[in-house]
């Protein structure tokens, strides 16, 4: 068993040990402190932070609903929720186009009235939102399913209005499914490129994100886009590194009885 | 304190009860699986889930009508100020003791460090004050659903619904919470579901059975399973019951002689009976038998009958025999 | 105890073969597709590398070709003029290479990976492509540089970037796109949409839009011309295959076809 988890391990390591390897370590904090680099590199800590808030305000109500109303079309409901998943990012970009771009559905009317999304930073932020949503909704919500629905009885029961509830039982309990669907959505946003590259475009310190900029550089300079790819890996590694630490230890353990 | 009015139809569970309860009494109820107990108990609450077994009727706490299925009133639980303690204690696992204790404080209004002064003099008073720090995880069983006690008494309910709070425990977390039961329910207006006589005993003032959903008897604890009206009663007591014109004769198993002739002159009361089962139970046996003829035909008597004994006679199914009853067991009224 | 470990052993092994086993699959299928086409006849088959630009025409050409020998199979491998030079770099099996621009070209035969001198067969130049309906009225490159133009170009990092840098320059002009698009497909598909205005396109991508964009030419498209080379690879498995391909491209059908496409004269 524990063979085949070091292969596994292995699996995801060893392309990021051979990255690490290709940079050429004597240029790499000039590479990565460019400002073009710095640029992309603050465009997507910018955006993924907010497409993370607009995933959990979205997402948490969804999650709730998900696990705890009863409805019909609830199976059918979680489905499309995770078809993000399933569509090709570019897919997911030109669905993208259809609904928000200059002639899309909703777009359209928001044109009439003078506001453009596309090729704009509000275009990344629904790219990555779009993409991540499904991350955090699953988390969310497998964390609320396995909660039981108990508590939140009891908590009427003791007088809780049902926003309380929701405030002091049912999310301090969903937390640690909320925290790592946020990690999830905000690595995942932080990665983002296909629906970023169809949906938003490219243009330096407006949608051009580290990863659309590692692609850009690769073209030119194979070296320092794996430097860049390897800030990357780094920031992300230090997001989940820091929702996993020892403060957010979930301090719920198994209830006994 | 407050009074108890209840009227209320679940039809999805065919539940059609009506109890009535004096402010600060309890009131156990009993009665055998899928009578319709803990629907009764979830009804009070509000907390049956979802539109399916919607709750018909009328429901009144001292003078509050929480329910009023005709004048559309439906009180949500919050707002019920009936409290609830489970089989299970489900304490919040993101809280100690003391923060379990004090969320209902919270709710009254009270600040965060009244609210859990308050609830350590709580915890204390169901003896788990050594426990206040302690996080549910951490606790047994039975410390465990003492203080979900103390976190259901501490919201200050006017009613405190208990559906079978001993059933998890051991013996003796359970003797010790029926102790503190005991004093705690003294003063406290409530229900008590369980199946045990004994509990219905100690703890409550009075006794309802369900049966199919409808209450088919009721009555002061100790009347009710002494001098049984019904069946019933007279099971969950443990008595034998034959009913004529009025009158009632309540007798236990233990006291009945079987024979295969006719008793003598030493049973003041005599049955000829058909065996229905003989049931082993350890060195006695439950012979259950139906009445032949008479004041009792058709009536399921039990004897308790020594295994010894027991071989000795014929106990096929069908089999006839006597079952008497010397005075000293008879219970007339 | 004993038996666990037994049964780890086997799961462990029954993983890691099935792993590759399915690794395998993937690769064995690819090939087996290939040998099962040639064996039959036992065809000579000719592989030629070429840019992606040339999808359509070269593809054409090879199907003609084919009617013509049937006795030959042509494998056309398309991808970015820049990866191409990678591929073979890397001693990727080719007989035939054809590039975008002379430079990576270049980058081949300074490296010896071409035989002889390689021929100039096409050109390419930009024009501005707009949605058909043209709703910015795009009738000169200086359109684009007007404030409220939504303009697209290739970024300058890729070859039709720094086209567009080139003829930007040669008309004095600063363009400020909305976005510098990874490919010409890219800027394409954002005209085609109707999210851009306006983007600098070659012809052919015009061409080949069957009528979703329509193309505005521009006298300064002159001063950035692609020109499209082809070359023998060095140690070609199948020279004589690559030669008639080659010739093929250079001669009359080859250039009608390419004509035909927007290609203009080398």
Same mark, same amino acid.
């Given at each position: ?6 292969? @596994? ?15 050429? %370590? ?8 460019? !400002? ?22 979205? @997402? ?22 995770? &078809? ?11 669905? &993208? ?68 509830? %929701?405030?002091?039982?049912?999310? !301090? &309990? ?19 490129? @296909? ?9 330096? @310190?407006?949608?051009?994100?580290? !990863? ?25 590694? &230090? ?7 020892? %403060?957010?230890? !979930? ?7 | ?10 039809? $999805? ?27 009764? /108990?979830? +009804? ?87 426990? /206040? ?57 409530? *229900?008590?579901?369980?199946?045990? *006589? ?10 309802? *059975? ?26 969950? +007591? ?56 008479? *004041? ?14 027991? $071989?000795?006679?014929?106990? +096929? ?17 | ?12 092994? =029954? ?27 036992? #065809? ?94 795009? =009738? ?25 840098? #080139? ?43 069957? =009528? ?55």
């Amino acid at each position: 068993m524990l063979g085949v988890a070091l292969l @596994g391990l292995a699996f995801i390591l060893v392309p990021l040990l051979a990255t690490a390897l290709r940079v050429d %370590w004597a240029h790499f904090v000039p590479l990565v402190t460019d !400002p073009a680099a710095l640029e992309a590199l603050g465009l997507s800590l910018r955006t993924a932070g907010l497409s993370t808030l607009v995933c959990l305000l979205l @997402g948490v109500p969804l999650a709730a609903v998900l696990s705890r109303a009863e409805f019909p079309g609830k199976r059918l409901m979680r489905s499309l929720v995770l &078809l993000p998943l399933v569509v090709p990012p570019v897919v997911g970009g030109l669905a &993208l186009l259809y609904a928000f771009g200059r002639f899309g559905l909703l777009g359209a009317p928001l044109h009439a009235l003078g506001v453009e999304i596309s090729f704009s930073t509000t275009a990344v932020v629904l790219a990555q939102a779009f993409v991540s949503l499904p991350y955090l909704v699953l988390s969310v919500e497998g964390s609320l399913s396995t909660t039981e629905a108990g508590y939140e009885r009891v908590a009427a029961t003791l007088g809780a209005s049902p926003a309380a509830t %929701w405030w002091r039982v049912t999310l !301090p &309990l969903a937390l640690p499914g909320l925290l790592s669907g946020t990690v999830l959505a905000f690595a995942r946003c932080l990665g983002e490129f @296909g629906a970023t590259l169809t949906f938003a475009g490219n243009l330096e @310190g407006v949608t051009r994100t580290l !990863p659309l900029d590692i692609y850009l550089v690769r073209e030119t300079d194979p070296d320092s886009a794996a430097a860049l790819a390897l800030l990357l890996v780094a920031v992300a590694v &230090l997001v989940v590194g820091a929702a996993h630490g020892p %403060w957010l230890k !979930p301090r719920i353990r198994g209830n006994a009885v | 304190m407050s009074a108890l009015d209840l009227e209320l139809r679940v039809p $999805s569970r065919r539940l059609d009860a009506s109890l009535r309860l004096d402010a600060g009494q309890t009131l156990a109820l009993m009665g055998p699986n899928g009578a319709g107990k803990s629907t009764l /108990a979830a +009804a009070l609450t509000g907390t049956l889930p979802g539109q399916r077994h919607a709750v018909q009727g009328r429901l009144t706490l001292g003078d509050r009508v929480l329910l009023d299925s005709v004048r559309g009133v439906r009180v949500p639980t919050h707002r019920r100020g009936v409290g609830l303690m489970a089989q299970t204690p489900l304490l919040f696992p993101h809280l100690d003791a003391v923060g379990n204790v004090a969320f209902g404080r919270r709710g009254l209004g009270e600040r965060r460090t009244t609210a859990r002064r308050a609830a350590r003099r709580w915890l204390d008073r169901v003896g788990a004050g050594e426990f /206040a720090q302690a996080r549910p995880w951490q606790l047994s069983g039975g410390q465990a659903q003492t203080v979900a006690l103390a976190r259901a008494l501490a919201a200050e309910p006017e009613l405190l619904v208990l559906d079978e709070p001993l059933n998890a425990l051991d013996v003796t977390a359970a003797s010790r919470m029926r102790a503190v039961l005991r004093e705690l329910l003294a003063d406290q207006t409530a *229900i008590l579901v369980t199946h045990e *006589i004994l509990d219905a005993l100690t703890l409550a003032d009075r006794t309802a *059975i369900l049966h199919d959903g409808r209450v088919v008897a009721a009555g002061p604890t100790r009347e009710l399973f002494t001098r049984p009206p019904n069946v019933f009663a007279a099971r969950l +007591a443990g008595l034998n019951l034959v009913q004529r014109d009025g009158e009632s004769l309540a007798f236990r198993a233990a006291d009945v002689v079987v024979s295969a002739g006719e008793p003598d002159a030493t049973a003041a009361v005599r049955f000829p009976v058909r065996v229905l089962s003989l049931e082993p139970r350890g060195e006695h046996a439950l012979l259950r038998g139906a009445g032949a003829e008479g *004041i009792a035909a058709g009536v399921e008597l039990h004897a308790e009958v020594d295994v010894q004994l027991a $071989s000795g006679l014929d106990t +096929a199914p069908g089999a006839p025999l006597w079952f008497g009853v010397p005075a000293a067991g008879l219970r007339e009224y | 105890m004993r038996r666990e470990s037994v049964w780890v052993k086997t799961a462990v092994t =029954g993983v890691v073969l099935g792993t590759a086993m399915a690794l395998s699959a993937c690769s064995a299928s690819g090939q087996g597709a290939a040998a099962g086409s040639a064996s039959p006849v036992a #065809k000579k088959t000719v592989i030629v590398f070429a840019a992606a630009s040339l999808k359509a025409t070269f593809t054409q050409m090879a199907d003609d070709l084919k009617k013509q020998h049937p006795e030959l199979d042509i494998k056309l491998n398309f991808a970015g003029s820049q990866d191409l030079v990678a591929q073979i770099k890397a001693g990727a099996p080719a007989d035939v290479v054809a590039t975008a621009d002379l430079a990576t070209m270049d980058k081949l035969t300074a490296n010896g990976s071409v035989d002889g001198t390689p021929q100039h067969f096409a050109s390419n130049t930009l024009t501005i492509a707009v949605p058909p309906s043209n709703p910015a009225n795009i =009738g000169s490159l200086a359109d684009l540089a007007k404030p409220g133009t939504r303009t697209v170009l290739c970024a300058v990092q890729v070859p039709c970037g720094a086209a567009s840098q #080139k003829v930007e320059k040669a008309a004095s002009l600063t363009i400020k796109p909305v976005s510098e698009e990874l490919s010409v497909s890219d800027v394409l598909g954002k005209v085609a949409s109707g999210e851009a205005d306006a983007g600098l396109v070659y012809k052919t991508d015009v061409q080949g839009s069957k =009528g979703k964009v329509k193309g505005v030419d521009f006298p300064q498209s002159s001063s950035a011309v692609n020109t499209y080379a082809i070359g023998l690879v060095k140690g070609a498995p199948d020279a004589d295959g690559g030669r008639l391909f080659l010739s093929d491209v250079t001669g009359d059908s080859g250039q009608a076809v390419l004509a035909a496409a927007g290609f203009g004269k080398p």
